[in-house]
């Protein structure tokens, strides 16, 4: 074991947090039984750590087995750094028939021819995602593993979540991918969060959405009855309304978890409706953060704190998908090729 | 349309009491433990979140005895909204049949401004202030009990008292004293 | 400075097996001790480690030294498994300050410093000279400050480090540092390490650096030693203070003292104590109120020391020997659960202490009771163990704290009327006397405000507060008042001298505030016979202020209190009525017999002669005259108005057999009078002596109050007449 190697189990290891370690440890299968039960969870984990050091030398395990250590952590605790989102666009006939072995196989390749040292990783999780870990070197230096780069992609999905890319290696990631996906293109989604499983919900449609419509529909789920027979609501259209206008702003039941909301103005200042003369556009931004922002909004709509109807502002944010918005003028003048308009 | 006191004549037996609260996170507690606690007297309590009330209930709505405004300390919002409701509200009430409901000043994160100007807006309109503890289920209780009692004098239940009377000798009192004003 | 560093290593050699150790020895002696030890030593790699790193020397290469990788695995096997001894203590520190080898491996060496008990004052303040000789990396000073300050409490005595508290109070200026420093300063501090320059430097790097919170805990502890000093005000709420600084060692530590089987384990939650908690800020919350603990510190052998803790007292004979060279508990709070700690502080009287006491005291009562954040119930739970230590304290000393005072005038008035009501009201009535100009302020407005809101269970402990209240005055007049100077001190800290007409006042305003609320309590409650009660319990008191307690004060109570309890339905509550005016008759009897006789210049008004005339006609009138609602009576009715009640001989209703009270006595009276007669006739009790035997049957059955009344009032009736004329 090298000591680049020995650095990074020092590292995963310090990342763990105590109580999870020795869970995380048994799912890692490179320590004997016996082994395994030498290890003192109690004990400091410096201390720890050095006993699990000699462990893996007496073994004669490699980077290639720590690194599956910090894969086998990551996976079962996705909400960790921030996920972005990217879409692959134009697909061709393939892309429906690709399976996970031809997909890894061809994606290393793809790797590997554009950039010569850099270790990958793949796993395929249960729920059909295939994890990949990449630790990106250079043309002169070997992977670095203290910073890898995490990509889930769902096998027959255009999503693709990564997080700690850097804009250096952000070409090659995606030279890789376009390929071994048989897809035309891939583009950035603009959401990001925390939360890997909350972000699949919210692009899969897998909660209970809302779709907007232009009557109002009867709400199954009405304001909470008044308990006792004497008591009285006097407000209680006005709160069923509210419910009604958060429903179909941002669907029924749980939300998906999303932590940041930011909307980007570009505009020009206006005299008497007329474009000022100043050319220089004015820009702001708003930024909008909650450990759970949709329900939060949700519930700024239906406690009444929030007017109603909701702004298609907020409510885009669920319909599109997306959570990073730039908003900008309707005349020409001022545009942004990243952005869409609202 | 101001909410008027005598407008309408009382039932027999009966108590009415309006809740008002802008956020609506306390008052559905306070009135279940409200009409649990009376058994004497038929309780009525009804919620709104603001004044003026609807004006499509005005009809089924009976007289009102007693108005209680919710203010939680730690909004702003509930404050200002307790002032304009107040507008909405006709004269007569403020003979005894007005109290205010306080939660949060225990709280020392909050401006102390806010108190003394409610106290101040207590003081100018002759009503009791009371104090809560909106967070356990033994401060709301206490809560209901301090409506209640208010409520059952406000009412005329209660033989040779009337909510003038209590309330000339419980309304709020801004305190002159230089030591409680500045507080740190 | 490094020169130091021979002595220790030198007493390491000696010590590692003799306990008696001491760095005086010669060189020749320490030579024979170590030939006869040598063949154990040579065997024992620990003892041969230590030795190695004792003597080795600087520049010594230190990468594939595999000697020193062997000397140093077992240094380290040793320090984890059991923890270091203090003679290894010492020379590992010393070794790993003086920077012999690469710094790396004195971190290395820093981090396995887990003591087995405890650590030689003599290696720490080494550790400072190393310190100051300036060599060490910053990374490394922090850290060994870090270690300092997690094994403080192990450290087996302080004297000598608060001596060098200069020389550490000079790295306060390096601003990495500082935050170490000045936790480390606050758990050193004395009141006689707090010097006008030391509070200038401290002042001067808070406008250089801004508000740090451990700046601000430090001055604030200056502050509450020398309040003359620092005249800075502290914001209520401050942020949590000290950081942890154990993370390196804590696990280790924790390992090896649970190996041990020490009970160091609490010491050491008591270094990082109630301040130095980091976690979350609720937790800081509620730390105050978890008082800090009176004890640990290993003891130390240094029995010569002039000082002596007060947590190493443990017997009230111990306390009494060492009476005069106690030395107070840098935290003040942890006073208030010792009952020795109590004793002391009540015997010396130190006006010093008592100031930081009442400091800390109102900083914690304001923090949790006013400022909290969040009511849990957990909260409450501490909240109500606090304030009962509190109040045992303050029974103990037979005063009040004047911060609790003003906690309570400002938690009046954001009370809801049930949040911890047995210890506020407990509390509330131990206050010393209030100034009458102020009481109308303090007290009654918010109590009014609560009162006729609440419940009935309310109204009766206010009342029953305001009682033991009116008590304590009392009390506290007729134990201070001196007879020729009528100044009275009622509370020895907060020393408000009030003139004996103040005192009268404030209790003349108390009673009349209780006359007022328990006439319109009474009225709001249907007269409930509870609350009557607990209105004459009070009055029971105020009837013999002047007899019991020597003031010169009868107080009638109003109508509101007295005719419902004339006419009250329970028979008791005429009976106390009965007793407590029999005891206003005797109280005004002596008084103007006194009156008479000295030339003191107090007088009762004759207005209240002519209340208690009045009121004695009314009882006669009622219950024996069968005269209810006639022309001189309290209360008078019109003629048509009783006529349309339909009651027959409506003047007799009140007599004592027709009175609702004791109807019911009537009955079983007239049954034992006549058992064979079917048809009932009340009436014919009152004829002849029938009506004797039945006041006499009354009286057997426990009515002293109307016994007493009775026989003090018939006998001489005309004697009471005489007073009432008299003053008239």
Known sequence: MDDSAKQVLRKIIRRIPSNKLQNILSKWEHLSKKQFRSLEFTQAKWLLCDNLLSLCEENDLSMKHVTELEMIYRIENPAQGSWNVCQLIDPSEEAVTVDSLTFKDSFKAHLKHLISHVSVKMKKHEDNAIWIRIAWGDNFTQPNHLNPTYVVHHLQTPYVFVSGLTAKHKPFLHQALIPSTHYGGLKDVHLSGRCLTALRDLLMRQYKQAFPVKHPRLLQEKSPVPSHPNIETEHAKHTEKRLQMAAEAFGEGILPKLETAVYKLETRFRENGMPGRREEPFRGVVKFSSSNLLESLKNCVSSGMASAPVTPLLSSITQKGRNYFVITDKGPGVSHTQGRKI | ?184 | MSKKSNPSRLDMNASSENDSSNSGRSDRSLRVAENSRKKREAEDPFLLALKYFSRVEEGTPWRGNDVLERHMAVVERVALSQGLPPEAITVMLDFALSLRMRTQFCVRTLKILIPASAVPQDAVIQGVSWLCVGKMTVSMQVMFLRWVLTVFDLIDSKDQLRAIYGFIFSFVTEESLCPYVCHLLYLLTRKESIRPYRVRKLLELQTKMGKQPFLMHLLALYKIFSPELVTLSFPSKMKSGFKNHNSTWKAALSAVQRRNNVEVTSDLRLTFGPREQPVSKKRKMRSHLTMPALSSVPQSGSSGRKALPLEQLRAFPQLLENLDRIELPAQMGSMLGSSLALHYLDCVRDSSAFLRLNFWLGHALHEEFLFCREASSQNTVEGTRFLNTLISTQRLLQEGFSSTEVFLYRFLRVWDGSLLRPEILTLLSDIPVVPSSRIKDLLFEPLMQLFFTSSLFFKCSVIECLNSMLLKWLTWHSVYALEDELDISVSSQNPVNMTLSGLMDSVVELVQFVGRIATIGLQLEGYHTLLLSFTLDFYETVCDMYLKYNLPLVLMPPAGVFYPALLSTSPVSVDRLCHVMHKYRTNLVSAKHQEKQTEKPFHISRKTYRKFNQYVVSIVSCLWNSRAFQPGMGIELGEDLLTRSKVSEYWGAFNLIHHPAFVSYAIDFHQKCWPERKELDLNSIKAGRRWDWYTEFLFCRGFQGVKEFVQNSFSRRSSIREVGTDSQ
């Open chain 2, 1 to 184: 349309m101001s909410l008027k006191p005598f407008n309408k004549l009382p039932e027999l037996n009966t108590a009415n009491v309006l809740l008002v609260e802008n956020e609506e996170r306390f008052q559905k507690k306070l009135a279940d433990a409200i009409v649990l606690l009376e058994n004497n007297v038929n309780v009525i309590v009804r919620l709104a979140r603001s004044l003026p009330l609807p004006l499509e209930n005005a009809e089924s709505r009976p007289r009102i005895d007693l108005v209680v405004f919710i203010v939680h300390l730690n909004s702003e919002q509930s404050l200002l909204s307790a002032e304009t409701s107040l507008k909405h509200l006709d004269s007569g009430y403020f003979l005894g049949k007005v109290c205010f409901l306080v939660t949060g000043a225990r709280c020392g994160t909050l401006p102390y401004e806010r108190l003394t100007s409610l106290k101040k807006m207590a003081a100018t309109l002759n009503s009791p202030l009371l104090m809560t503890e909106d967070k356990t289920a033994e401060g709301v209780n206490t809560a209901a009990q301090r409506v209640l009692a208010v409520l059952r004098v406000a009412a005329g239940l209660v033989p040779m008292a009337t909510g003038l009377y209590l309330s000339s000798l419980t309304r709020c009192t801004v305190p002159n004293d230089p030591d409680w004003q500045n507080q740190d």
